[in-house]
């Protein structure tokens, strides 16, 4: 059975979910202020980081990937390393931040994504602190309406629950689910109208993370429902129901739709590769001379096609040695003079 | 049971109308934006225009060569565009493609191509580009019509050098050519580009 596992991806998800087992122990003071009542969740995220890292690890073991891996981080340390580094950190504020490059595809698409996407980032800001036993709260001794805030088990500061901020705080969680509503109601709002996302769309992939988004933020609000306007009726219950769909939704990460987001920062990379590509040598296509992309971008990807079994390497004697060399406009024109020459024929 | 429609591409039919272009931005899955090419091939000497679609391989390179796994083939065997999602705008599809046929867009930072409309082919509808093509060099039809109505045949069957693709998508060729070799070495040989125009001499002095 252990041989049916890629080894280099399970060597990965092995030392990675180790790391955090081991910062969970350190960062909780080992366990001294860990929340018995949250392992559930710390089981689940263990076994999410683990199928996380496994992916990732395999997904970087295929071709085009590995080299864009390897490339970029060649390229952060060649050259010029603070303006290389400017650069993703700018990609990083503009692309993964502020999500641009959604805007321009759409703005329905924008704020559908700028919602679930902070909505999901405040609450994983929250909650895995809280479920690791890295940040917890207590009362101040003799002041029974202040609380502790303690990161890593050290104080760090204080606030009165009853408070403006108290109450931001405490229904931090609360702001994020209702993120995550106006997200997911965007989306669904789109996917039973827009013909492209009804054509290609399926259950698995693009219904089910909305749903268990859905359920997550629902359940989550109805815990806050219960305890300000219920007195807690079924908290206990609803508790339990909030649990069944964080978990699943830990579960989905690293094998469905969720998986993307620990793919995107390969944008970031990618503009890298870009920008040093244009600094070099341009590739000139054989036929009409016209730079299309730079020289680095066409031999990797003639290294790219060679691992993956294509062969657009030109017969010996050829004028050119690699059909690559062709840029992309002359290869659509290339088709309709072939035609002609074969045909023997005027057009039309 | 019905006969399943096909696509046929026949450039030598092309009149540069761009009605397949104007079409294009109708279709669903990329409202808006063209990504059907329309290439003047020498303005100067010739009025040869072709169009270029998609012609969804068997074995798609640009999918095998994206890094983010973000081109995805149907079922029926279309080869979508990239899925939204996951593009991450890097161009190795743009490159690769041996027809070139993606296009890449700086602002959304992704690669959008000819999809054949697939909500409308899923459907059984055609896409938009075949249409309202008036000289049906954008076919999209049984093939028993296409073989009735014209001369030569279709072949979905192409050679880029060593490597061998085969398509979704039919090019109309002559009877006897099992195999449309991409024959970019004489187009070299010859100065670049090179016209309809000069063939049409070519064989009219041969004639001679």
């Known amino acids: 059975m252990l041989l049916r596992f890629n080894r280099a991806a399970l060597f990965w998800s092995v030392l990675v979910t180790g790391a955090l087992v081991a910062a969970i122990v350190v960062g909780s003071r080992r366990l001294q202020y860990f929340d018995a009542a949250l392992v559930p969740y710390t089981f689940a995220s263990i076994f999410t980081l683990f199928g996380l890292t496994y992916h990732y690890a395999t997904w970087l073991q295929r071709p085009p990937t590995r080299r864009y891996w390897q490339r970029t981080w060649e390229q952060i340390r060649q050259g010029n390393v603070p303006l290389r580094l400017g650069l993703v950190l700018r990609r990083l504020v503009t692309h993964i931040l502020a999500q641009s490059f959604i805007w321009h595809r759409s703005r329905l698409r924008w704020w559908m994504h700028f919602t679930l996407f902070w909505g999901c980032v405040l609450a994983a800001l929250v909650t895995f602190p809280l479920v690791f036993g890295w940040i917890h709260f207590a009362t101040v001794p003799g002041h029974p309406y202040v609380y502790q805030i303690h990161l890593f088990g050290f104080p760090a500061g204080t606030f009165a629950p009853h408070s403006l901020l108290g109450w931001v705080v405490i229904h931090m969680l609360d702001f994020a689910a209702v993120l995550v509503l106006v997200g997911v109601g965007l989306s669904f709002w789109r996917r039973t109208r827009d013909p492209d996302a009804l054509a290609v769309q399926n259950f698995y992939n693009d219904l089910l993370p909305l749903l268990i988004l859905f359920a997550v933020s629902v359940t989550g609000l109805m815990l806050t429902f219960s305890s300000l306007w219920l007195r807690g009726y079924y908290y206990s219950f609803l508790a339990q129901i909030h649990a069944i769909t964080v978990i699943g939704g830990l579960l989905y990460l690293p094998f469905g739709k969720f998986f993307h987001i620990v793919q995107r920062p390969a944008q970031l990379g990618v503009a890298l590769y870009k920008k040093v590509g244009a600094e070099g040598e341009s590739a000139r296509c054989a036929c009409c001379q016209a730079a299309f992309t730079s020289q680095m971008h066409l031999d990797d990807l003639k290294q790219v096609l060679a691992e993956l079994d294509f062969h657009y390497e030109m017969p010996p004697g050829s004028a050119i040695d690699h059909y690559q060399n062709v840029c992309p406009r002359c290869r659509r024109v290339t088709m309709a003079l072939t035609q002609a020459r074969i045909s023997g024929r005027e057009f039309l | ?208």
Not at chain 2, 64 to 73: G, L, R
């Open chain 2, 1 to 208: 049971m019905s006969e399943p429609l096909e696509f046929f591409i026949d450039p030598m039919r092309c009149i540069g109308c761009q009605a397949c272009v104007s079409a294009c931005r109708e279709c669903g899955t990329h409202r808006g934006t063209s990504v059907i090419h329309l290439e003047v091939i020498d303005r100067m000497r010739t009025i040869q225009t072709t169009p270029m679609v998609c012609m969804h391989c068997v074995d798609p390179t640009c999918a095998e060569v994206c890094p983010a796994d973000a081109i995805k083939q149907t079922p029926e065997g279309v080869v979508l565009s990239s899925l939204k999602p996951r593009c991450i705008g890097c161009e190795n599809c743009v490159i690769a493609c041996p027809f070139g046929v993606p296009k890449y867009d700086a602002l959304p930072d992704q690669m959008m191509k000819c999809d054949q409309c697939y909500d409308r082919t899923s459907i059984g509808l055609r896409p938009w580009c075949a249409t309202v093509c008036p000289s049906r060099a954008l076919y999209f039809g049984p093939r028993s019509q296409v073989e009735a109505q014209r001369r030569g045949k279709p072949l979905n069957r192409f050679r880029f050098g060593n490597e061998v693709v085969e398509t979704k998508v039919n090019i109309i060729v002559p009877e006897g050519v099992d195999e449309f070799v991409f024959d970019v070495a004489a187009h070299i040989s010859e100065g670049m580009p090179h016209s309809v125009a000069d063939l049409a001499l070519a064989a009219s002095a041969e004639d001679h």
